[in-house]
């Protein structure tokens, strides 16, 4: 059974920190790129941050560059989303994703985290 579970979301002061955490099972997640996605009521999910299989190719959308890194740790099964200096417009809720095209596609979605950014 495949699983991607979130953690680590909850509300943080602008200028805050946050470390989402995404645990896989029930696939090989070392052989899948990851990504974290966000998405707001009444918009489209954005991707955020992405990362190869091994974990040497990273990037980013424009509007985190600079404050979100994602790492991914292959023998935990597990990638990362470490998020500074963390602004309102951060506020979301935070989606990992796992996927890979060939020879077949498959792409697995966590289940969500909301992060808040609020004074």
């Known amino acids: 059974q495949v699983r991607l579970v979130e953690s680590g979301g909850g509300v943080v002061q602008p200028g805050g920190s946050l470390r989402l955490s995404c645990v896989t099972s029930?696939?090989?997640?070392?052989?899948?790129?990851a990504s974290w996605h966000r998405q707001v009521p009444g918009k489209e999910r954005e991707m955020v941050a992405g990362i190869n299989q091994n974990g040497d190719f990273t990037n980013y959308a424009d509007s985190v560059k600079g404050r979100f890194t994602i790492s991914r740790d292959n023998d935990l099964n597990t990638v990362y989303l470490q998020m500074t200096n963390l602004k309102a417009e951060d506020t979301a809720v935070y989606y990992c994703?796992?996927?890979?095209?060939?020879?077949?596609?498959?792409?697995?979605w966590g289940q969500g985290t909301q992060v808040t950014v609020s004074s």
């Open positions: 029930g696939f090989t997640f070392s052989g899948y790129t």
């Open positions: 994703n796992a996927a890979t095209y060939f020879p077949d596609k498959y792409i697995y």
